[in-house]
């Protein structure tokens, strides 16, 4: 499966943003999706998740309030609404899939290219 990141840019501070993986072969199954994010000279931590149904999400607790995934499995698609950007939420945003509901890199086998979001003060 291929998973292609979109829509990264920079922002002003308080901006929202949309990203957007969209995936392509080997889509079926019910796979978890997720967001996660590497700011420079750091490790990639976990930003979101979202089960194939849609009806479980999971977020780190610095995106919850402030960002909200969601997928549409009749178009292999994820997006990630980010809104209330802070300038420490710069960094690469890649998206993930895996098998179950997990915050760790570990648990997810296929990623994409990653997006770059600048946040700006």
């Known amino acids: 499966v291929q998973l292609q990141a979109s829509g990264g840019g920079s922002v002003q501070a308080g901006d929202s943003l949309r990203l957007s993986c969209a995936a392509s072969g080997g889509t079926r199954g019910a796979y978890v999706m997720a967001w996660f994010r590497q700011a420079p000279g750091k490790e990639r931590e976990f930003v979101a998740s979202?089960?194939?149904?849609?009806?479980?999400?999971l977020y780190a607790d610095y995106a919850k309030g402030r960002f909200t995934i969601s997928r549409d499995n009749t178009k292999n698609t994820m997006s990630l609404q980010m809104s209330g950007l802070k300038p420490e939420d710069t960094a690469i945003y890649y998206c993930?899939?895996?098998?179950?509901?997990?915050?760790?890199?570990?648990?997810?086998?296929?990623w994409g290219q990653g997006t770059l979001v600048t946040v700006s003060s």
């Open positions: 993930a899939r895996g098998q179950g509901t997990s915050m760790s890199t570990d648990s997810y086998d296929h």
């Open positions: 979202i089960t194939w149904s849609g009806f479980t999400t």
